[in-house]
């Protein structure tokens, strides 16, 4: 799916013209990438969250000619899906993950006090 593709789907869904779908697109995406610009990270809920990232600068070597350069710092877009958004591309593995997490929280109420206190002394 293209933005073409999206500002359809929207105009659709909506009751819109493309022109005003196209813009309310237009402010979206520019409204998450100046936020992400500024520092700013811009959640969405079941989505997942953007926010920038910050990438050191580091030693890297030319493929071709083997010579040392380096690479300098930089700062990247990043985005992090939400648990409802994997969950829906991959509902397997979300389905495995939420019956793991019970486990884990059974297996550690199981621990005897004792222990616990024990490895803190």
């Keep these: 799916m293209n933005k073409t593709d999206l500002i359809q789907r929207l105009a659709d869904q909506h009751q819109l013209s493309k022109a ?3 813009r309310i ?5 520019d409204t998450v990438v100046t936020a992400v610009k500024k520092g700013d990270s811009v959640t969405v ?3 997942g969250t953007f926010k920038q990232h910050a990438r050191a600068a580091r030693n890297g ?5 083997g010579e ?3 690479i300098a710092a930089a700062k990247l877009p990043k985005f992090t899906p ?3 958004f994997k969950a ?3 509902p397997k593995a979300a389905a495995r993950k ?3 997490a019970p486990a884990k929280k059974a297996a550690a109420a199981k621990k005897p006090v004792a222990a616990k206190k024990a490895k803190k002394g």
């Design 20 to 22: 005003e779908a196209g």
């Design 25 to 29: 697109l237009d402010t979206l995406l």
């Design 45 to 47: 809920p079941g989505f």
């Design 61 to 65: 070597v030319n493929p071709s000619t």
């Design 68 to 70: 040392k350069i380096k």
């Design 82 to 84: 939400g648990a409802t």
């Design 88 to 90: 829906a591309v991959d």
């Design 98 to 100: 939420a019956g793991a």
